[in-house]
């Protein structure tokens, strides 16, 4: 059976992943490269399993964006505009805490916050949000801020990052979501988001999160203009981070979505196919090692490929989410929100252990969830 899965490029890949030797960059381009999906998945679904046996875990939460304004204007983003442009959007505070009273009593453990940098909004309006979410939702963990937006307001109030995310945690944050991380490598940033805070910078903020205790998640945006050998090193240097300071949680592929993009329309771009999803999802939970979650964001996806991939090395399908403006913005055709009961029973028809999970993964319900 192995060796129909398993050609020669892969047994040499499989003994170390048997052995537990840490796989090197070589071994990442391998397996980007190699014909057989199975045999990739096949690999990824054995260290999965040691990690986390049947089970896959979800989170019952709620996505909030609090504007579309964005001073990056980054070149694979169809969600965002320039102020004064038409169809821009920004929430008061009061509508952001009437969006989560809304949510009171359904379980909600998570919310997640992700925007765009908008030149006007202050340290303050973040301080209050958190503050005010943490008070209509005191079950849930406020994931709000991507490193990009963290690096935005620092810079916009002259503080230290560090300044900022204590800030922000003493009004209630406890974890930063993984966007903003895009490729690392200078030559893509350069042409997909020239404006965005280098590789470097994205990673520092994340340890300056680390040491004082903020959780945080890390992402790759890939299925663009990328090589795969820009991809491994990505992968790389997440796993070098995670060595000095542990704070990852989860990784997240987040695969690139072309319509209405300034990216697609340069370089003619296409959406990304279920084998190339499937193997970056394996090839993650392979290389990275020392995360402990992989998770396939179901949004991007469908909910029936986030599915098929609990057995290619995903152990987190992401959550309920409720309405989702980035993604859609760029035209993905999935619904902005999936049930609870629709996440179990996706998960148990995989034969897969349903985990409705906090904020950290600690469990909230099993089997039944
Ligand atoms: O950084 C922008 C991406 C990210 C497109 O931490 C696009 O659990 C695809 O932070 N096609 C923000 N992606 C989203 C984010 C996130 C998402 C899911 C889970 C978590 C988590 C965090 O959205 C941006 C960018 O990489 N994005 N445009 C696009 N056209
Ligand atoms: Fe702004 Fe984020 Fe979109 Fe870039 S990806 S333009 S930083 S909202």
């Known amino acids: ?143 709000a801020l991507t490193a990009v937006e963290i690096a935005h307001l620092a810079d916009k109030h002259n503080l230290p990052v560090e300044e900022v995310l204590t800030q922000l945690q003493a009004a209630g944050l406890e974890y930063l979501p993984g966007g903003g991380a895009e490729v690392f490598a200078p030559r893509v940033r350069a042409l997909a988001c020239p404006e965005k805070i280098s590789g470097r910078q994205w990673l520092e903020v994340h340890a300056a999160a680390h040491s004082i205790g903020i959780r945080t998640n890390a992402t790759i945006l890939y299925g663009h203009i990328e090589t795969l050998k820009e991809r491994v090193d990505h992968l790389l240097q997440l796993r070098e981070q995670q060595d000095r300071t542990g704070g990852f949680l989860a990784f997240i592929p987040l695969a690139f979505q072309p319509k209405h993009t300034e990216l697609a329309r340069r370089y003619s771009l296409s959406v990304t196919t279920a084998y190339d999803d499937l193997k970056m999802l394996a090839v993650s939970r392979l290389m990275l090692d020392n995360f402990d979650h992989i998770k396939a964001y179901w949004i991007n996806y469908g909910p029936k490929l986030s599915q098929v991939a609990v057995d290619f090395g995903v152990d987190d399908i992401h959550g309920t989410v409720m309405e989702e403006k980035i ?29 409705n999970r906090d904020a950290f993964y600690h469990s909230v319900e099993e089997g039944n969830a």
């Open 327 to 355: 993604s859609h913005a760029a035209g993905v055709d999935t619904n902005e929100v999936i049930t609870k009961e629709e996440l179990v029973r996706l998960i148990r028809a995989a034969g897969k252990l349903p985990v």
């Open 1 to 143: 059976m192995e060796d129909l899965l398993l050609d020669e490029q892969l047994q040499t890949v499989a003994a170390k992943v048997r052995s537990g030797i840490r796989l090197d960059g070589d071994d990442g381009l391998r397996l980007l490269r190699a014909k057989s999906v199975l045999g990739v998945g096949y690999l990824a679904d054995m260290v999965k399993r040691k990690k986390h046996g049947d089970r896959v875990y979800f989170v019952v939460n709620q996505h909030i964006t609090p504007t579309n304004i964005c001073i990056n204007r980054c070149k694979f983003c169809a969600f965002s505009r320039s102020k004064g442009e038409d169809g821009t959007f920004l929430f008061s505070l009061d509508e952001i805490e009437a969006k989560a009273l809304a949510m009171q009593g359904m379980g909600v453990r998570e919310v997640h916050i992700v925007g765009g940098l908008h030149p006007d909004l202050d340290l303050d309006y973040y301080l209050e949000m958190t503050h005010r979410l943490r008070r209509a939702l005191p079950g849930a963990v406020v994931k």
